[in-house]
């Protein structure tokens, strides 16, 4: 699971764009993922390559092979291996949070 | 003519809860556009926080230091003035701002096992005039 922050701070007009692959490479192969919008500001508007973040993720989901269930779970923001305040595993290097 | 003070700011987080093999490069943009103005740059700086680490491995594999940042300015047509952090002096002043685009970018890294892991925060602001 890779977790992401992505802050912008400007006028009112300013928007921000981070390209992302959907695809983790491990010494097994690229293994398919999804991205999950967690949270966002109250004044923000978020999209997925233009589409609406649950619409993408949830289209995304069936296309790597989750269930309807998880697919409409995950779609929601339901994750539960990386809550936004969540620290890292213990054993991994982790960041201080502000 | 009225002088319009403006800022930029873009912070990028990445944590990886598992060993991968690959990490990609970080690439974050933020963009705003301007009214034609005349723009100086004041300041322009990067910070970086954690880096690319492997299993094992005592000293971090991360190469950079500071991730790197640009303020590329549009003027119109094809035409674009960048500008690279760090810098606090003002810039030369240039003529028919139309928009600046905040890039931040970080390495990425590959190894043959999964070994990587990755904790890191990279941010970067600009502020800048308009007249």
């Known amino acids: ?7 912008v ?54 296309e790597i092979g989750c269930t309807d269930k998880e697919a409409e779970a995950v ?24 | 003519m009225a002088t319009t003070e ?12 598992t060993d991968v093999s690959s990490i990609n490069e ?4 933020a963009v705003m556009f301007l009214n034609d103005g005349t723009v100086t740059v004041t300041e322009i700086a990067v910070q970086k926080l954690g880096g690319v680490f492997g299993n094992n491995i005592a000293i971090p594999i991360d190469d950079s230091p500071t991730g790197y940042v640009t303020l590329r300015l ?4 094809e035409n674009e003035v960048d500008f690279f952090a760090p810098s606090s002096v003002p810039s030369p002043p240039v003529q028919f701002g139309q928009a600046v685009l905040l890039e931040l ?27």
């Open chain 1, 1 to 7: 699971m890779l977790r992401e922050t992505l802050r």
């Open chain 1, 9 to 62: 701070f400007g006028s009112q007009t300013v928007s921000a764009r981070r390209p992302i692959e959907l695809e983790l490479t491990t010494s097994n192969g690229k293994m398919p993922v999804s991205p999950v919008l967690v949270f966002r500001g109250e004044q923000q508007t978020v999209t997925f390559d233009g589409k609406e973040p649950a619409a993408f993720t949830r289209h995304r989901c069936k």
């Open chain 1, 75 to 98: 779609a929601r923001g339901e994750i539960h291996h990386l809550p936004r305040d969540a620290p890292t595993r213990s054993s991994f290097a982790s960041l201080a949070r502000p």
């Open chain 2, 6 to 17: 403006l800022m930029l700011q873009l912070e990028v987080e990445q944590q990886l809860s």
């Open chain 2, 26 to 29: 970080i690439l974050a943009e």
């Open chain 2, 74 to 77: 549009f003027t119109g047509g």
């Open chain 2, 105 to 131: 970018r970080d390495a990425g890294f590959t190894a043959p096992q999964n070994v990587l892991q990755v904790a890191r925060r990279l941010g970067a602001h600009v502020y800048f005039q308009e007249t």
